[in-house]
Every structure is written in C-alpha cells, then in structure tokens.
Antibody
Framework: QVQLQESGPGLVRPSETLSLTCTVSGGSISSYNWNWIRQPAGKGLEWIGRIYTSGRTNYNPSLKSRATLSVDTSRNQFFLRLTSVTAADTAVYYC?????????WGQGSLVTVSS | QSALTQPASVSGSPGQSITISCTGTSSDVGGYNFVSWYQQHPDKAPKLMIYDVSNRPSGVSNRFSGSKSGNTASLTISGLQAEDEAEYYCSSHTRTSTVIFGGGTRLTVL
C-alpha cells in the first residue's frame, strides 16, 4: 500500500519561496502521476499541479507560474516550490497520487506565511 | 477556471438516502467521465470515495454511489449513518488537463 508523507518548513516569510517534499513509501514513484493540492483553513480544495510519469508537468493557471513540481526517483520523493508567497498561500498542503481521475492523499502539512 | 457548484449543505436522518450534486460545464464535468468525490472529516485529509464518475475504490462502502447526467454529477449515500457526517468535495478533469474542485458540501446526519 503506497503511503505519502509531506515535510517542510511550517513557517515561510512573505516574498520568499515555499518548498515542500513528499516522500513515497510502499511503491515506486515512477509508477504513478503525482499532485500537490492545498486547503486554506476553513476553505475548499485547490489543485496546484501534477507531474506525470513522463516528467511532464501541468499547473493551475491561477498560480501564475509561481509553482514548480519535480521528482527525485532515486529518493522516491517529489517536490513543490512556490515562489513569491503571500499570506494568501497559507494553507494545509497535501501531496496526492493519481487513482485514475481521483486522488489518494497524504496527511497534509500546514504552511503559514508570516513575517 | 471557476469552481464546480455544490450545495453548501445537505442533511438526512439515519437510514435515509441523500444526494449531493456537482455542476460544471461541457469543458469539465460534461466533457469527460473523470469526476471524483472525496469525504473529509474535520482536521483529516480527504478520502477518495468515487472516481471516474461511478467507481468505488477498494474498501469504500457500497452505500456510496456516483452518477452523471450532462454537466451535473451526483453522489448518493444510502442507508445514512452517523459516521457519514463530513464535508464532501467533487473534482473534475478539465479540457486543459487541469483539475478543479467543487466548493464542498457539509453533510449533517440528523
């Protein structure tokens, strides 16, 4: 059973770069497509982007090119970088694996943007 | 891209059936059989309940079922139980190969 675990700084300063890691266990990262999704406190879900097994990426256009997804197959990890963050980027960030059109989710990692 | 439209809340008594709708456009819900549904309890990660409109992952109760007609997808929960009380979200693939979510529906079991 594939399990996902997010990790990264819980606090990021405004205008800096948010960096998160998702560690995959119980399966090969090369076998699936991977996503990042976020949820501000008390609000709904927002898809950030996907990285395919081919390495191709696709992003939510609302993020205006601030997001970058990448994979390290040797470590069975994938990553999110979000540049020029503001308070509006404060959220729980989830990594998730594709299950056809659905997602299997990690536990989530709270990131707060504040000075 | 606009969020899919879900009712803010629905409610039902134990044993009853309820249906949650998820309305999009021909560029997302109506254009593909790639609608999924998630259950989220407070302070927990979402759980996949239905994928590809009507498929249940292993381990999900057959009380949960999904369907679609035109630009509207639906999640039906039959034999409502107290543990079903949660927030429910739909999602859909879009014509630009992105994913959009609904705003969420709060299910209250009376």
């Amino acid at each position: 059973q594939v399990q996902l675990q997010e990790s990264g700084p819980g606090l990021v300063r405004p205008s800096e770069t948010l960096s998160l890691t998702c560690t995959v266990s119980g399966g090969s990262i090369s076998s699936y497509n991977w996503n990042w999704i976020r949820q501000p406190a008390g609000k709904g879900l927002e898809w950030i982007g996907r990285i395919y097994t081919s390495g191709r990426t696709n992003y939510n256009p609302s993020l205006k090119s601030r997001a970058t997804l990448s994979v390290d197959t040797s470590r069975n990890q994938f990553f999110l970088r979000l540049t020029s963050v503001t308070a509006a980027d404060t959220a729980v960030y989830y990594c998730a694996r594709d299950r056809s059109s659905g997602f299997y989710w990690g536990q989530g990692s709270l990131v707060t943007v504040s000075s | 891209q606009s969020a899919l439209t879900q009712p803010a809340s629905v409610s039902g008594s134990p044993g009853q059936s309820i249906t949650i709708s998820c309305t999009g456009t021909s560029s997302d819900v109506g254009g593909y059989n790639f609608v999924s549904w998630y259950q989220q309890h407070p302070d927990k990660a979402p759980k996949l309940m239905i994928y590809d409109v009507s498929n249940r992952p292993s381990g999900v109760s057959n009380r949960f079922s999904g369907s679609k007609s035109g630009n509207t997808a639906s999640l039906t929960i039959s034999g409502l139980q107290a543990e079903d009380e949660a927030e429910y979200y739909c999602s859909s693939h879009t014509r630009t190969s992105t994913v959009i979510f609904g705003g969420g529906t709060r299910l209250t079991v009376l």
